[in-house]
């Protein structure tokens, strides 16, 4: 079963975005994308961002 995990090999910040690429099997810079256009349309990456780096376990 796949989980959800911060990766800290490809990672730039806290590995949220690589963690979600690589579960979603993704390239990393289509998630890193997704999450700077919804932090510029309304903040809601930034807080997507800050929980899934709270709550997600590192690889």
Do not use: H, Q
Request: aromatic share 8%; net charge positive; hydrophobic share 60%.
């Amino acid at each position: 079963m796949k989980r959800l995990t911060l990766d800290r090999a490809n990672r730039k910040i806290a590995g949220v975005c690589a963690g979600i690429a690589n579960y979603l099997n993704v390239d990393v810079t289509v998630v890193r994308i997704i999450f700077l256009i919804s932090l510029v349309c309304g903040g809601l990456g930034l807080w997507a961002y800050l929980i899934v780096w709270a709550l997600a376990p590192e690889a």
